[in-house]
């Protein structure tokens, strides 16, 4: 299997821009790295989250990535891995991984696109959104490992628990 990079890209659109349309509506705070890379800071339960897209044009993709700011010691990596993966079996769409050089935690999704490189404000949305409602789901699970003292059962399991409502 192979990927052929597309040679011509004379009509493309740029999906970082509706992505940045989102924000402003939303009001996130975004900064606009170059013409491939995109930040945003988007509120949410336990804390803001930072998202980051990066454009592929030659490959029609765009890639986000949202790190926790959660690092695991050495000594609960195979746990982290654990949980990552108990993790991951409930998600339809994207997924928590671990960066191998400093063992930070961050939810990943990619979005492959058509060769114009279109997406759509409610693609663009639900990319956010989903990035967003993963995080907010899953943060209290890594915590509840890394400083509560939890197994990886343990800290999915309190992690999982909702509530009706709001107190």
Same mark, same amino acid.
């Not at 490959?59 to 790190?67: R, V």
């Not at 995080?135 to 509530?163: C, H, Q, V």
């Given at each position: 299997?192979? %990927?052929?990079?597309? #040679?011509? !890209?004379?009509?493309?659109?740029?999906? $970082?821009?509706?992505?940045?349309?989102?924000?402003?509506?939303?009001?996130?705070?975004?900064?606009?790295?170059? *013409?491939?890379?995109?930040?945003? @800071?988007?509120?949410?339960?336990?804390?803001?989250?930072?998202?980051?897209?990066?454009?592929?044009?030659? $490959?029609?993709?765009?890639q986000m990535g949202a790190p926790l700011e959660l690092k695991a010691p050495p000594a609960k990596l195979a746990?982290?891995?654990?949980?990552?993966?108990?993790?991951?079996? !409930?998600?339809?769409? *994207?997924?928590?991984?671990?960066?191998?050089?400093?063992?930070? %935690?961050?939810?990943?999704?990619?979005? $492959?696109?058509? /060769? @114009? *490189?279109?997406?759509?404000?409610?693609? #663009?949305?639900?990319?956010? /959104? *989903?990035?967003?409602?993963?995080?907010?789901?899953?943060?209290?699970?890594?915590?509840?490992? $890394?400083?509560?003292?939890?197994?990886?059962?343990?800290?999915?399991?309190?992690?999982?628990?909702?509530?009706?409502?709001?107190?």
């Amino acid at each position: 299997m192979s %990927i052929e990079l597309l #040679a011509s !890209r004379n009509a493309a659109i740029d999906p $970082l821009d509706a992505l940045e349309s989102i924000a402003g509506d939303e009001g996130y705070d975004s900064e606009r790295i170059d *013409g491939t890379e995109l930040h945003l @800071s988007v509120p949410g339960l336990w804390r803001d989250s930072g998202l980051w897209f990066t454009w592929r044009p030659e $490959l029609s993709t765009i890639q986000m990535g949202a790190p926790l700011e959660l690092k695991a010691p050495p000594a609960k990596l195979a746990d982290v891995c654990r949980l990552l993966a108990m993790v991951n079996e !409930r998600l339809w769409v *994207g997924h928590f991984d671990l960066w191998s050089d400093d063992h930070g %935690i961050l939810f990943r999704n990619a979005v $492959l696109l058509p /060769e @114009s *490189g279109a997406l759509d404000r409610v693609q #663009a949305q639900r990319l956010i /959104e *989903g990035a967003c409602e993963a995080i907010d789901r899953f943060f209290p699970a890594f915590n509840y490992l $890394l400083w509560g003292g939890k197994s990886p059962e343990e800290a999915l399991e309190a992690s999982m628990f909702e509530t009706a409502g709001n107190a």
